[in-house]
């Protein structure tokens, strides 16, 4: 009998995983929840940045300048309202109940109390009082700005002009002005939820590679015209259109393939791959289904922090531009929320694919040394 | 002994052995064996855990690479032509390792594929095996007897001219156990050779046709059953008679040049029973290594 070929053998093997994968109720009901889950929270996401500070007064004299205030007649980006009392004020920034007769005021983050004759112990030149009361969440460039918003204000009544000459600023944004454009929580999530899609599949294959390790199923395979090569193909191949097609479907679900799709393809294609080495290693390091899932946590951790930096733009430390998932990560963002070109993106790639090769090797090299000593 | 093999026996034998050798680490697992297995010839390897039977099979099957020696199944090197001899032998391993999320009619269709039988019929193989009522259920819901005969079935699946059967009725119901032990029959009759390991020293008895005693991963003696019971036991029978009332045993060796006139003498009495006293292959492998079977 001719032994069939190398293609058949690993469609084969391919053919029997999935088969195994579908009857594994555990994975394919956590898949599906997971992906059901990220599409639903990206969607519930807020799509737009508002990026206007809201800022509540409380005075007694201000007059037409109160006026003018609240009709928008300020700085752009804030917004201003009028609360009848100091208290009622606090409250609001607080996020407590409002009092009666302030109920259909709105939430603000910046309250500024002006004392009750403010107005006219500024334009007397004597001293007086504003307090500012700022929401916890506000970050502290907007405190200063309010500070510098209350001194303005005060030589505005005074009549006077500043007490310095404000030297002269130039302020070049490098790439693309993000101003009133801003990334928003959606675009932000995108991905961490599409790394978390294809790095849940890499336990799903982890735990398909330990049972066939654990039941010595493999052993029976590797005394047929099988090799140990077409077993290594079939199960990265395995691992990487799992994690691959839930990957697509999840992209395809939140419309991702609005700005350098290519680019983005290729990125999970690369990371579907990692997935599928992580799983290889996983599942031929860890001796039963717990062995496998932490030896996965173990490597989902370091992996996944690229991930999560993407919420903070331009907070990656050295040491996280080096880890393995950083290339992939920051394509996703590049291609998604910045429609980054090939130039931007390529060094990234190749970063990945550098990093996809060292993990798939060394998946292979340790699932290989399992199997050869069964 | 009759362990070395003629250049004649080689050319002819589907499973030879020359001067085999393996190790883990330090440890020889088989030191320097060698035998061979004509088409249609069952040979029973014997021998205690940890003999080096299993070794010697996964170096004959291609799962290990031997450290010395040559090893040839149908002709072909294992080493060097392993897809070949792969796709001629069949392997029934003494655990039972079959997908158990997948039917018996899956898991043989999945194993015919790997032997490029892309339209490969399991009902007739599962009926073989009593399984075709059973054939369309998981391997999970099925009976140890069950997986057994299952496992004798992927065995099957492509038609091997060589099968190397490691413990293939251990702890099985009668009824599963006389199923397999005749399809190794019907398969030794239609000209595979057989490689048995198994403890249980009735059914090396019964099937095969040359039994090898392996130790610390020596061959200690191979031989047909006959001849070894004959070399290494006793010649004699046990006659039990009865005397005024008293029942009588009596041991006469047929070695004995009074063995006739003994014998003679107690058929002239109420003679109850007489039985052959050949030693057990157990008893041999005693006498021979100086340690049991278990």
């Given amino acids: 009998m001719k032994p069939p070929s190398r293609t058949a053998i690993v469609a084969a093997i391919l053919r029997k995983d999935f088969r195994a994968y579908s009857r594994d109720r555990l994975w394919v009901i956590l898949s599906a929840l997971m992906l059901v889950l990220l599409i639903v929270v990206f969607w519930l996401l807020p799509a737009t940045v508002d990026e206007t500070v809201e800022v509540g007064i409380a005075h007694r004299d201000l007059g037409e300048l109160a006026e003018q205030l609240t009709a928008g007649n300020v700085e752009e980006g804030i917004s201003v309202v009028e609360f009848p009392s100091d208290e009622a004020l606090q409250r609001s920034v607080a996020g407590e109940a409002p009092l009666p007769g302030a109920e259909d005021l709105p939430q603000v983050q910046v309250g500024l109390s002006f004392a009750p004759d403010f107005r006219q112990a500024v334009t007397e030149g004597r001293e007086s009082r504003v307090t500012i009361y700022v929401s916890s969440g506000v970050p502290p460039e907007i405190r200063n700005t309010m500070g510098s918003f209350v001194r303005e204000l005060a030589f505005s009544l005074a009549g006077e002009e500043l007490p310095v000459t404000e030297p002269q600023q130039e302020e070049i944004i490098l790439g693309e002005d993000r101003a009133g454009n801003q990334v928003s929580p959606r675009e932000h999530m995108r991905p961490l939820f599409a790394f978390m899609v294809l790095l849940v599949e890499s336990f799903a294959l982890a735990s398909l590679i330990a049972e066939e390790i654990q039941a010595r199923t493999i052993t029976a395979l590797l005394v047929t015209p099988a090799r140990t090569a077409d077993v290594l193909a079939a199960k990265a191949l395995m691992g990487t259109l799992l994690a691959l097609g839930q990957a697509l479907v999840f992209l395809l679900a939140v419309r991702a393939f609005q700005g350098n799709a290519g680019a983005l393809l290729v990125a999970i294609v690369l990371g579907a791959v990692m997935a599928a080495a992580v799983g290889m290693i996983a599942g031929a390091a860890g001796k039963d289904f717990m062995g496998t899932i932490f030896y996965g946590v173990l490597f989902f951790i370091p992996l996944a922090i690229p991930a999560f930096g993407s919420l903070f733009p331009g907070s990656a430390s050295t040491l996280v531009q080096v880890l393995p998932s950083y290339g992939v990560v920051e394509t996703i963002v590049g291609a998604t929320a910045y429609d980054e070109g090939w130039g931007a993106l390529g060094p990234k790639l190749g970063m990945a694919l550098a990093w996809d090769a060292a993990l798939l090797g060394l998946g292979f090299f340790i699932l290989k040394r399992k199997v050869e000593t069964l | 002994m009759a362990a070395a093999t003629s250049a004649s026996e080689r050319t002819q034998a589907a499973i030879s052995v020359e001067d085999l050798t393996y190790a883990y680490g330090d440890l020889v697992a088989v030191d320097?064996?060698?035998?061979?297995?004509?088409?249609?010839?069952?040979?029973?390897?014997?021998?205690?855990?940890?003999?080096?039977?299993?070794?010697?099979i996964k170096v004959l099957t291609g799962q290990l690479s031997p450290r010395?020696?040559?090893?040839?199944?149908?002709?072909?090197?294992?080493g060097r032509d392993r897809p070949e001899v792969q796709a001629r032998?069949?392997?029934?391993?003494?655990?039972?390792?079959?997908?158990?999320?997948?039917?018996?009619?899956?898991?043989?269709?999945?194993?015919?594929?790997?032997?490029?039988?892309?339209?490969?019929?399991?009902?007739?193989?599962?009926?073989?095996?009593?399984?075709?009522?059973?054939?369309?259920?998981r391997v999970q819901g099925y009976s140890k007897g069950m997986r057994q005969r299952l496992m004798v079935a992927r065995t099957l699946v492509?038609?091997?001219?060589?099968?190397?059967?490691?413990?293939?009725?251990d702890g099985l119901d009668p009824v599963s156990a006389r199923t397999i032990r005749d399809i190794i029959r019907e398969e030794a009759a239609r000209g595979a050779a057989v490689l048995l390991t198994t403890h249980d020293m009735w059914e090396a008895d019964e099937l095969s046709d040359r039994v090898a005693f392996i130790n610390e991963g020596r061959i200690a003696a191979l031989d047909t059953p006959e001849n070894l019971k004959l070399q290494y036991g006793e010649r004699r029978v046990k006659v039990r008679t009865r005397v005024q009332g008293e029942i009588q045993e009596e041991l006469i060796s047929l070695d004995d040049p009074e063995a006739g006139e003994r014998l003679r003498a107690a058929a002239a009495k109420d003679l109850l029973t007489i039985h052959t006293e050949e030693a057990t292959l157990e008893q041999i492998f005693i006498r021979l290594t100086g340690r049991g079977l278990q």
Avoid: W
């Fill in chain 2, 32 to 56: 320097g064996i060698s035998f061979s297995v004509a088409p249609g010839e069952v040979l029973g390897f014997l021998g205690p855990n940890g003999a080096g039977k299993s070794t010697t």
């Fill in chain 2, 68 to 78: 010395s020696g040559s090893a040839r199944i149908l002709g072909q090197d294992v």
């Fill in chain 2, 89 to 137: 032998i069949g392997v029934c391993f003494e655990e039972k390792n079959l997908y158990l999320n997948m039917s018996g009619r899956e898991n043989l269709r999945f194993f015919a594929r790997l032997f490029g039988m892309p339209r490969f019929d399991p009902d007739p193989l599962l009926l073989r095996v009593g399984l075709a009522d059973r054939g369309g259920d």
């Fill in chain 2, 158 to 169: 492509n038609h091997p001219d060589v099968l190397f059967l490691d413990e293939p009725t």
